[in-house]
């Protein structure tokens, strides 16, 4: 199938494949005042954080091959129905628990929507037009991106925890109408025993050498980025006592990095190539939090500096993302679906794993934000310089 989605089409794709960052972005602001609300430390509130990004994770895995088998749209509504339940129940939660059960479900319904939206461009577009409209998808999902803590932020301001959970729950009605009304059925269904043959996909995917280094720096590189989303509201709110829609504003400027580096990216590849852009994305995301590191130091670690540095940090991810993806799809052509899950599932392990520690290590200071995203940084440089090496 090759043609053009209208706008309202395309922008439901667009509210589908954002909807996991969007989520998280309206939550983060409230993380501290969920802590006091339920009696809770960090590392106990970041559950909220570590449970969607497993979920999320693991959905990508099963959502692929449920819209091979069962058409796009099945898939979309089914995921549709998990988010608005999952931010309902979070909405309506009178405990902490109840809201990291809560978001596992909103998790698993997200990764619905960022599976099966990037399916769809493939289905509609087809090889030819692919490239320019999945661009224009990632650059209007960075854009929710970014304007999600900000909105987040101010809905913690003038309507409490609940409200961020309540416009997650709108966006998830808007999403489940949207792909009921709107959304063409788009790709070919599958028999159940070529679904079947997923695993052995996945296996031969994980044996290659190339897609395995390229899948690695990019999980590291999110990781890095995600201490950011878990420990700055923390730093920023309870241990510099910002409101929360004045950390929303400083979150995004700081994320809108990302897309400052993406856009970059688009020009420094065809000049320099991926290998030594992926290799200058590693070295700023290398020296950024070595800085702030040093300016903890010193004692120069003031607000403005942090953002400044972590803005720096998000330039490099957005540098680095889309060579490492490019990477993992090119390592194996016949099989972009299932690398994209794979990478999307490895991704989101990492950033739980990030999420998890950086409430287990917080202790009001830069230091572990900043050190972890150094540790993080100098391991993908490493393992980057060692497979240029190998390969030369």
Known sequence: ?????????????????????????????????????????????????????????????????LSDRSGRRAALLIGAALALAGSLAAALANDLWTVVAAR???????????????????????????????????????????????????????????????????????WLLSALLILPDTGTKQAGREVEAAHRVYLGL??????????????????????????APF????????????????????????????????VAIPRWGRSRTISASLTIMLAAPAALFGAGFLGLDSTPVITALQFTVWFGGGLLAPNT???????????????AAALGFVQMLAAAAAALIQGLIYDGTVFPMAGMQLLLSAAAWLLWRRARSVRR
């Not at 993806?325 to 690398?339: D, S």
């Open 1 to 65: 199938m090759s043609g053009k989605l209208g706008a309202l089409a395309f922008a439901t794709l667009v509210l589908c494949s954002a909807f996991g960052e969007v989520s998280t972005g309206l939550l983060v602001p409230a993380l501290p005042i969920l802590g006091e609300v339920f009696r809770a430390g960090p590392a106990t509130v970041q559950l909220a954080i570590v449970a969607f990004a497993v979920a999320f994770a693991v959905g990508q895995l099963v959502f692929g091959p």
């Open 104 to 174: 596992s479900i909103q998790g698993l319904g997200a990764a619905s929507g960022y599976v099966v939206a990037r399916a769809i461009v493939r289905d509609v577009y087809g090889a030819e037009g692919a490239a320019g409209a999945m661009a224009l998808l990632f650059a209007l999902m960075s854009a929710c991106f970014l304007l999600a803590p900000l909105a987040g932020g101010l809905l913690q301001d003038f309507g409490g925890w609940r409200a961020g959970f309540a416009a997650a729950a709108l966006a998830a009605t808007t």
């Open 206 to 231: 994980f044996r290659h050498r190339e897609f395995l280094v390229n899948m690695a720096v990019h999980a590291i590189g999110y990781a890095g980025l995600y201490c950011f989303v878990a420990g």
């Open 235 to 266: 730093l920023l709110i309870e241990g510099r006592g910002l409101t929360p829609s004045g950390y929303g504003a400083l979150a995004a400027l700081a994320m809108s990095g990302f897309l400052a580096g993406a856009m970059t990216a688009r």
């Open 325 to 339: 993806a490019a990477g993992v799809m090119m390592a194996h052509p016949n099989a972009a679906g299932a690398a």
